[in-house]
């Protein structure tokens, strides 16, 4: 049965009772009084969640469509921008760009290393004529578990006038994330990684330089037209008619997170961090981010040369009613991540840890049976 399944992927995330419950309430039109209270309630605590005193719109579409709206709102018609890739979804921000045939500059790294800020810096000095428009990023790379350092490569932007836009959909209330402190342009999110909800909803912050950009914004839009969404918002409405229970629930995730603070929200993603860390390295499996670039989102490993991913995972579904997500993209052949992500009790992280062990066991792989959750217990215990 599906609601005995313990989801340990990078979304859709469990969903607390609390959050079902609110998203079952009796249907309310979306333009009444009732929905625009729950709405602004909704879009206030947003901000203390971006941290931000900026608007952020609340948009019913996937977190890919955020990232669309945020390139056809703020840039030109044929503008350059540079697409930094850390992962399979670094490549989706500069596949989106192509689509629209934008000019992109696309600078990769290793997939299981962060970005590095210097290479940024180089890109942008180059650019002497300041053809860059934007430059893209993940705040979290979720095919990867890696954490780019925002705060480093804001600040080698000195005096370019790109636009930062980032992809926090995976990261955000997981990973940290200050929009306003740290020079943040566009900032994109969704609802079901670590704000707890259904699949459904994206969140858009944006800084009054991207504003003042979206003024000079040549892209035909209709749906995805953000100016038009920030006048809607200005009286708690929306432009088209939203995913209303989607919006009920999502306000209750988010009034869950500002009860326990943002800052402990994160901690508590990466305290989890380190239990799986420690729990898959007592395995003998290899990691594939350092420790220094991984975020609290999930944990990539590489499984044993002679047990395919899919191994794993079936036997890990099968027989212990655990979903772990496979590696993506080029990784696919060859890692799994392992998500600590969202709504989650530490029994079910440990209950993920044996059903990892015993799939192993059942294929054949060599290790000392309890090790894993002896070194989770261990790091549970310094906690």
């Known amino acids: ?3 005995n399944k ?3 992927i990078p979304g859709p995330t469990q969903i607390p009772n609390r959050v079902l419950t609110a998203g079952a309430q009796p249907m309310v039109s979306h333009r009444s009084g009732e929905f625009v209270a729950i709405f602004n309630e909704l879009r206030e605590n947003c901000k203390s969640i971006f941290k931000t005193k900026e608007e952020v719109l609340i948009m019913t579409c996937s977190g890919s469509g955020s990232m669309e709206a945020a390139l056809i709102n703020f840039l030109r018609r044929g503008d350059k921008v540079l697409a930094v890739s850390v992962g399979n979804f670094g490549d989706r921000w500069r596949d989106i760009a192509e689509a629209y045939g934008f000019q992109v500059d696309y600078l990769s790294f290793p997939w299981g290393q962060a970005a590095d800020p210097q290479a940024i810096a180089d890109k942008l000095a180059a650019d002497v004529n300041k053809e860059i428009k934007a430059i893209l990023v993940q705040h979290h790379e979720t095919s990867t578990g890696v954490y780019n350092p925002l705060p480093e490569i804001s600040r080698v932007r000195g005096d370019h006038p790109a636009l930062l836009m980032v992809d926090a959909i995976s990261g955000l209330a997981a990973c940290p994330l200050e929009m306003d402190a740290w ?3 566009v900032v994109v999110a ?3 990684k670590a704000l707890m909800t259904p699949p459904g909803l994206s969140l858009i912050g944006v800084s009054q330089k991207a504003w003042a950009a979206a003024e000079n914004s040549d892209i035909p839009k209709f749906y995805l037209d953000l100016k038009k969404a920030k006048k809607y918002a200005a009286d708690g409405q929306t432009p088209f008619t ?6 009920y629930a999502m306000n209750e995730a988010v009034k869950m997170i500002v009860e ?7 901690a508590r993603h990466y305290r989890r961090r380190d239990v799986v860390r420690a729990a898959l390295q007592a395995m003998g499996l290899r990691l594939l981010a350092d420790e220094s670039c991984a975020g609290g989102v999930l944990t990539a490993f590489y499984t044993p040369e002679n047990i395919p991913p899919k191994a794993l995972t079936t036997a890990m579904n099968q027989s212990y009613q655990v979903a772990m997500a496979g590696g993506m993209g080029k990784l ?3 890692t799994l991540r392992f998500a600590h992500l969202g709504y989650m009790r530490d029994l079910e992280l440990a209950a993920g840890i044996v059903a990892l062990e015993m799939a192993l ?3 054949g792989y060599s290790l000392q049976p309890g090790a894993a959750i002896a070194a989770a217990e261990g790091v549970w215990g310094r906690q």
């Open 1 to 3: 049965m599906a609601e």
């Open 6 to 8: 313990f989801l340990l």
């Open 183 to 185: 020079g943040l342009d």
């Open 190 to 192: 969704s609802s079901q």
């Open 242 to 247: 939203p995913a209303v229970s989607l919006v």
């Open 260 to 266: 326990e603070g943002v800052d402990q929200t994160i």
């Open 332 to 334: 696919k052949p060859t």
């Open 361 to 363: 066991l059942a294929n």
